[in-house]
């Protein structure tokens, strides 16, 4: 939320970019704990599932995470999109990009 806000106010300075940097450790270390655990879901709608709760708990390092794991699975220009969204820490828009992808997946 803090980057966030900086980024927002024009204020993205070293001390947040040390966060991001620091997000991105973390999203390391969550998917060593995804494939450690197998927790991986095996179905890209639960992947995309997974993504859309951490989008909505602003959960940085988890969405990096499963969007390495997504890479082989969606487009790469929608993949491009959502790592676009979540460097500029846009969360909800990030959201509903997920969101659109997995109805496209559900039967009609």
């Not at 450690?36 to 708990?57: F, G, H, M, V, W």
């Amino acid at each position: 939320m803090r980057l966030e806000m900086a980024l927002k106010e024009g204020a993205f300075d070293d001390a947040s970019m040390d966060g991001l940097q620091q997000a991105f450790d973390d999203a390391v270390r969550c998917l060593d704990s995804l494939i450690r655990y197998r927790d991986i879901p095996n179905s890209l709608a639960e992947l995309l599932t997974k993504l859309i709760s951490a989008l909505s708990q602003n959960d940085l390092p988890m969405a990096i995470a499963i969007l390495i794991v997504l890479q082989d699975q969606v487009a790469e220009e929608w993949l491009q999109d959502m790592q676009c969204q979540l460097s500029q820490l846009e969360f909800r828009a990030a959201e509903q990009s997920a969101m659109a992808l997995l109805h496209q997946l559900q039967p009609q």
